[in-house]
């Protein structure tokens, strides 16, 4: 989940708590948006290999062995003292960052400050059981268990109903002023951001309607269900990514794919979905969430979080022992990951 680049030096001040430390080098109703705010996070120490495209990417050999089908059970670590900053039990999928307040969809909508305390619901003028949310550093997006969808300028109050899809909300994209819907049975939408007509992106048939996640790149979105599914911006039909069988987690980062799978593999994709390339095995269990500023990737499995220099692709050993499993990793900026747990709330890795 990228975090606006304006909020990061408001980050150094107020956020004390560190992540992962890298060796060095390494809605309509709504008020008009205001310009956008880039949402993708700046790594200042990016390595050049990850400057550009696919393409210039240098990968490393390497082959995924066939997948079994089978899917082990992550271990459990023994439970570390990782320092809380927000206080509170909700189940945190993922985050998003509106001025110095973060939020979070478990059910209803919650609140805390960026620099500690506890978490407060916020009322949403009715819209409930939400299971999905984006922003666009001014404003959120928010989809529920029935299929709607609704924004809400924080500054101003309650939610806004902006549409309606065919089933369960389970992600939510941003792109030129549309807002793209991943729904659990119908495949995806798209919207005018502001709120207006719900159109299908294009037909889907079988597997590729039942999505589960979705991840915005440069020319298309990213579907996941059993595999990764590509839809064009352009409308042209969702295409199969190959090789990516057993999926079960997604991140992107300017213009690169990045999927987690069932036997604890990552691999990556460019925006034409065309090839697929194994980086390396990162667990040995299913991956359940990822997260990268582009210099390096993290992937957890169970109550742990492992690391991989994405120069070297060398996966290492990073964080273990949450007090639950690990379901969301947002990246602020090069040293600080935001831990989001199925209960238990929201912790920050270590320095």
């Given at each position: 989940?990228?975090?606006?680049?304006?909020s990061?030096?408001?980050?150094?001040?107020?956020?004390?708590?560190?992540?992962?430390?890298?060796?060095?080098?390494?809605?309509?109703?709504?008020?008009?948006?205001?310009?956008?705010?880039?949402?993708?996070?700046?790594?200042?120490?990016?390595?050049?290999?990850?400057?550009?495209?696919?393409?210039?990417m240098?990968?490393?050999?390497?082959?995924?062995?066939?997948?079994?089908?089978?899917?082990?059970?992550?271990?459990?670590?023994?439970?570390?003292?990782?320092?809380?900053?927000?206080?509170?039990?909700?189940?945190?999928?993922?985050?998003?960052?509106?001025?110095?307040?973060?939020?979070?969809?478990?059910?209803?909508?919650?609140a805390?400050?960026?620099?500690?305390?506890?978490w407060?619901?916020?009322?949403?003028?009715?819209?409930?059981?939400?299971?999905?949310?984006?922003?666009?550093?001014?404003?959120?997006?928010?989809?529920g268990?029935?299929?709607?969808?609704?924004?809400?300028?924080?500054?101003?109050?309650?939610?806004?109903?902006?549409?309606?899809?065919?089933?369960?909300?389970?992600?939510?994209?941003?792109?030129q002023?549309?807002?793209?819907?991943?729904?659990?049975?119908?495949?995806?939408?798209?919207?005018?951001?502001?709120?207006?007509?719900?159109?299908?992106?294009?037909?889907?048939?079988?597997?590729?309607?039942?999505?589960?996640?979705?991840?915005?790149?440069?020319?298309?979105c990213?579907?996941?269900?059993?595999?990764?599914?590509?839809?064009?911006?352009?409308?042209?039909g969702?295409?199969?990514?190959?090789?990516?069988?057993?999926?079960?987690?997604?991140?992107?980062?300017?213009?690169?794919?990045?999927?987690?799978?069932?036997?604890?593999?990552?691999?990556?994709?460019?925006?034409?979905?065309?090839?697929?390339?194994?980086?390396?095995?990162?667990?040995?269990?299913?991956?359940?969430?990822?997260?990268?500023?582009?210099?390096?990737?993290?992937?957890?499995?169970?109550?742990?979080?492992?690391?991989?220099?994405?120069?070297?692709?060398?996966?290492?050993?990073?964080?273990?022992?949450?007090?639950?499993?690990?379901?969301s990793?947002?990246?602020?900026?090069?040293?600080?990951?935001?831990?989001g747990?199925r209960?238990?709330?929201?912790?920050?890795?270590?320095?």
């Amino acid at each position: 989940m990228p975090i606006s680049k304006r909020s990061r030096s408001a980050i150094a001040l107020i956020l004390w708590l560190g992540g992962c430390t890298a060796p060095q080098g390494s809605p309509e109703g709504l008020p008009d948006p205001r310009p956008p705010v880039p949402t993708a996070p700046q790594a200042d120490h990016a390595p050049p290999a990850m400057t550009g495209t696919l393409s210039s990417m240098r990968f490393p050999d390497r082959m995924r062995p066939a997948w079994n089908g089978q899917r082990a059970t992550p271990p459990v670590t023994p439970v570390m003292g990782h320092p809380k900053t927000w206080a509170g039990d909700l189940a945190v999928r993922e985050l998003a960052l509106v001025g110095s307040t973060l939020y979070a969809a478990s059910g209803r909508l919650y609140a805390v400050p960026l620099k500690g305390g506890a978490w407060k619901p916020v009322e949403t003028g009715g819209a409930a059981g939400l299971t999905r949310m984006t922003s666009d550093g001014q404003r959120l997006y928010l989809g529920g268990r029935d299929g709607s969808v609704h924004g809400i300028d924080p500054s101003q109050g309650a939610a806004v109903r902006l549409g309606q899809a065919a089933s369960e909300i389970t992600g939510l994209g941003l792109d030129q002023g549309k807002l793209y819907v991943a729904t659990a049975r119908d495949g995806i939408f798209k919207m005018p951001s502001g709120g207006g007509k719900v159109e299908s992106l294009a037909s889907a048939e079988g597997a590729a309607r039942t999505v589960s996640d979705l991840a915005m790149g440069d020319k298309a979105c990213f579907t996941l269900g059993e595999r990764v599914w590509r839809w064009p911006f352009d409308g042209s039909g969702p295409t199969l990514i190959p090789d990516t069988q057993g999926a079960t987690a997604l991140a992107s980062h300017r213009g690169v794919l990045y999927v987690g799978t069932a036997d604890g593999w990552v691999l990556a994709s460019g925006d034409d979905g065309k090839s697929v390339h194994a980086l390396g095995k990162m667990a040995s269990s299913p991956i359940e969430a990822l997260g990268t500023d582009g210099s390096w990737l993290y992937a957890s499995s169970g109550n742990s979080i492992t690391m991989m220099d994405l120069k070297s692709f060398t996966p290492m050993p990073c964080h273990s022992g949450f007090p639950a499993p690990v379901s969301s990793l947002t990246v602020l900026d090069g040293e600080t990951v935001l831990v989001g747990m199925r209960a238990q709330g929201l912790t920050s890795m270590p320095r």
